[in-house]
């Protein structure tokens, strides 16, 4: 394996563990995390933010999943939806606090793969 490709595999190894830590948690402990869901999800589309919060849990297995499937074209597409997905929860929590930094930075992770691959 060459060296260079050393900063590519950890960022797919961190941001995979992150987000599956994440999902898991979701599903595990919703207690812990019912409150990022935003208020105005309860109802949309005839779900509960409980559900929502299933759904966010599950969607961050799968795209952890699929970072670490060897398949350059997979983990380009998970690193957008990644993006994307980090764009959205940023709109919600805001910027400035703790939480708003640690996403931020999981959003440059996000972007820096996305370019690596």
Same mark, same amino acid.
């Given at each position: 394996?060459?060296?260079?490709?050393?900063?590519?595999?950890?960022?797919?190894?961190?941001?995979?563990?992150? =987000?599956? =830590?994440?999902?898991?948690?979701?599903?595990? !402990?919703?207690?812990?995390?019912?409150?990022?869901?935003?208020?105005?999800?309860?109802?949309?589309?005839?779900?509960?933010?409980?559900?929502?919060?299933?759904?966010?849990?599950?969607?961050?297995?799968?795209?952890?999943?699929?970072?670490?499937?060897?398949?350059?074209?997979?983990?380009?597409?998970?690193?957008?939806?990644?993006?994307? !997905?980090?764009?959205?929860?940023?709109?919600?929590?805001?910027?400035? !606090?703790?939480?708003?930094?640690?996403?931020?930075?999981?959003?440059?992770?996000?972007?820096?793969?996305? =370019?690596?691959?």
């Amino acid at each position: 394996m060459d060296r260079s490709s050393y900063p590519r595999i950890f960022l797919i190894l961190g941001l995979a563990y992150v =987000f599956a =830590f994440f999902g898991i948690g979701k599903l595990v !402990h919703p207690l812990l995390w019912i409150q990022w869901i935003p208020p105005f999800a309860e109802g949309l589309f005839g779900l509960t933010r409980e559900v929502w919060l299933t759904i966010a849990g599950v969607m961050e297995i799968l795209l952890a999943i699929g970072l670490l499937m060897p398949v350059r074209k997979v983990q380009k597409i998970v690193a957008v939806l990644l993006a994307l !997905h980090l764009v959205m929860v940023l709109s919600q929590t805001g910027l400035w !606090h703790d939480i708003g930094v640690r996403d931020m930075g999981l959003l440059f992770m996000a972007l820096a793969l996305m =370019f690596a691959l």
